[in-house]
Nanobody, 121 residues
Framework: QVHLVESGGGLVHSGGSLRLSCAPSGSQVVGYSIGWFRQAPGKEREFVGAINWSGDSTHYKDSVRGRFTISKDNVKNTVYLQMDSLKPEDTAVYYC??????????????WGQGTQVTVSS
């Protein structure tokens, strides 16, 4: 089992920044990659980006590439989603999730509870 706890959501003006944190824990956490997803009201959940276990490889959804950065602190075993130049369309509940393998199209088996990000215009 992998347990995930997100934090850092909130309200920000358009053009502002927020940093989300995801702290994975549990007996199976070693080796798992972490992905970030979001779900806006009335829309399907979508992939935002992911990072591998060692923290040296990332990939992103096209619309956030260059504005969002995923990083990992291996000492704290915490993954961060730094969101800059935020737009109202980034408003959503953001989730982190864990996958056994890293790469496009991986299955994410464990999910956090989500944190709300609201960007005002």
């Amino acid at each position: 089992q992998v347990h995930l706890v997100e934090s850092g959501g909130g309200l920000v003006h358009s053009g502002g920044s927020l940093r989300l944190s995801c702290a994975p824990s549990g007996s199976q956490v070693v080796g798992y990659s972490i992905g970030w997803f979001r779900q806006a009201p009335g829309k399907e959940r979508e992939f935002v980006g992911a990072i591998n276990w060692s923290g040296d490889s990332t990939h992103y959804k096209d619309s956030v590439r260059g504005r969002f950065t995923i990083s990992k602190d291996n000492v704290k075993n915490t993954v961060y989603l730094q969101m800059d130049s935020l737009k109202p369309e980034d408003t959503a509940v953001y989730y982190c999730a864990a996958a056994e393998y890293y790469g496009v199209g991986q299955k994410y088996s464990f999910w956090g509870q989500g944190t709300q990000v609201t960007v005002s215009s």
